[in-house]
């Protein structure tokens, strides 16, 4: 069976993630290509996919969802999972008790869920460094605004067990279909 995992990640934590998620598919036996979506983009060939990217502003990164968007229809023939990063910091839930990853949803889950029916969707802490490279000149305007920048928590807060646990759980899932025919 063959999946592709395909990302976007402006910073490196989500390519991070997504390279977890394709090692451990690896380790499961299953054929894995790691891409990202910016990259050319013929799928036709995998069985399987992985879709992943941060969320900024509650959207995920422009490349990753134009992917999906413009392979809709075949990736609605093909078991697809879909996940994000994107809050940072430790805490579950804010001072008003919202679950911070469920607030993090990017849109973009709301509305593939109609068209590609995806198995599942995750979204994952993600990481803050204040010297990083890259981001939008949009971002990097905003994180020199001290108030901004002192708010945001650094470090890598990524949930390295609970990625791994829903790799494994797809790895599993992935083991019991049988590949698609050729489109």
């Known amino acids: ?42 799928i036709t060939e995998f069985d399987a996919f992985v879709i992943g990217s941060a969320a900024y502003m509650g959207r995920w990164d422009r490349d990753v969802a134009s992917f999906a968007r413009r392979h809709a229809t075949f990736l609605a023939t093909r078991p697809v999972w879909l996940f994000s990063s994107g809050p940072v910091g430790r805490d579950r839930y804010d001072a008003k008790g ?18 590609i029916k995806p198995r599942d969707e995750k979204v994952f802490f993600g990481a803050y460094d204040p010297d990083r490279e890259g981001g939008t000149l949009a971002e990097r305007l ?22 791994q646990a829903w790799a494994d759980d797809i790895a599993r899932e992935l083991e019991a279909v049988e590949p698609a025919a050729p489109a």
């Open 1 to 42: 069976m063959k999946i592709l995992v395909v990302y976007a990640s402006r910073h490196g934590a989500t390519e991070g993630i997504a390279v977890r998620i394709a090692d451990t598919l690896d380790r499961h036996g299953l054929e894995v290509t790691l891409r990202g979506a910016g990259e050319p983009d013929d």
């Open 142 to 163: 905003v994180m020199k605004v001290p108030a901004i920048r002192e708010a945001m928590p650094i470090g890598d807060f990524r949930d390295w067990p609970a990625i």
């Open 98 to 115: 919202r679950d911070q990853l469920e607030a993090s949803r990017p849109r973009e889950f709301f509305e593939l869920a109609a068209s």
